[in-house]
């Protein structure tokens, strides 16, 4: 995501708990693009002092801070009835709750200096649909979606803007376990109108894109790039043995 976006033209800072990490990206980015265009800052988004100190920081190293992309997540796969209070608590708390300290915080900077901006909120499909055996992080995307429509109809009169993007399944981060069974990875495909499973760069585009001016009327909005999944196949392969068929 942030390696894309320092490619579309953008400086970034990176952010999150694991310092190796942010500096790996860093360096990823510095040697493809040069120096100066991404930063790290670690942070929780679980603690608002935390989040309050990395804004703070990242206004230093950019000069101004123009959009905020609510990217971190948890989850672990769970039936609900085995899920107990401080599992649901633990990934709702960094997914809801953490994107609501995010962005508040940054928008009322924003809304201080008397100044606009975007926010772009990572959601997926199941924010709508429900996805059994990731209750917490259903329940938290919904509520993140809620938090969209909301705050970008609440703020889009000062020019901050809130909208989200809906990835479908990629195969890095958090669901890159998925990608390395073959046979699950089979599956999941399967079930893709697209026949393929979304790249991140074509996420992080989907994101520059709600992040820039060109988006600049596009307010509560949620892009989904998810290659048809969540509208799925329907009955389009068993139509050559459908009773009725000439
Ligand atoms: C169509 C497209 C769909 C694609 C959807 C993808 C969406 C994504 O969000 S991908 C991003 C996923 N990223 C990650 O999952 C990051 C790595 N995961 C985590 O960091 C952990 O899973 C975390 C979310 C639980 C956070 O860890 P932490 O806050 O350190 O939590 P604890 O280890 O202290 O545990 C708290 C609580 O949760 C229970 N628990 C943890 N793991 C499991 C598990 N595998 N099964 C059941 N319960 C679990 C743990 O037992 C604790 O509860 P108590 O025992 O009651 O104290
Ligand atoms: N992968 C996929 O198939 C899909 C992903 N998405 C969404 O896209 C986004 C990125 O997904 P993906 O790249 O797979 O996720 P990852 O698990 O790879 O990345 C999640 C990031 O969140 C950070 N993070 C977790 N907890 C915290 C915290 N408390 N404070 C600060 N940072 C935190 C992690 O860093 P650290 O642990 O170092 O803090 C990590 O960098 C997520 O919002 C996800 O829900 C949506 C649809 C599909």
Avoid at 66 to 75: E, H, K, R, T
Avoid at 95 to 119: K, P, Q, Y
Wanted: net charge negative; with cysteine.
């Amino acid at each position: 995501m942030a390696a894309e976006l320092c490619r579309l033209g953008a400086r970034v800072v990176v952010s999150g708990r694991t310092k190796d990490t942010l500096d790996a990206t860093v360096e990823a980015v510095d040697a493809e693009l040069g120096p100066g265009r991404a930063f790290a800052v670690t942070a929780d988004v679980r603690d608002p002092a935390s989040v309050e100190a990395m804004a703070g920081r990242a206004t230093e190293l950019l000069g101004a801070v123009d959009g905020l992309v609510n990217n971190a997540s948890g989850l672990f796969p769970v039936k609900a009835e085995e899920l107990t209070p401080n599992g649901f608590d633990a990934v709702v708390r960094i997914v809801l709750n953490g994107t609501w300290h995010c962005t508040s915080e940054v928008a009322r900077r924003w809304l201080a200096a008397g100044r606009g901006g975007a926010v772009v909120n990572l959601l997926t499909p199941y924010a709508w649909t429900g996805a059994p055996g990731i209750v917490h992080n259903a329940s938290a995307k919904g509520g993140v979606l809620a938090m969209t429509r909301t705050l970008g109809a609440e703020w889009s009169g000062h020019g901050v803007r809130v909208n989200a993007v809906a990835p479908g399944w990629m195969p890095v981060g958090g669901t890159d376990f998925l990608a390395g069974d073959p046979a699950v990875r089979q599956r999941l495909i399967d079930a893709i109108p697209a026949g393929r499973l979304l790249k991140p760069e074509e996420t992080a585009r989907a994101v520059a894109y709600l992040l820039s001016d060109d988006a600049s009327y596009v307010v509560g909005e949620v892009l989904t790039i998810d290659g048809g999944h969540h509208l799925s196949k329907g009955l389009y392969e068993f139509t050559d043995e459908l009773p009725g068929r000439s």
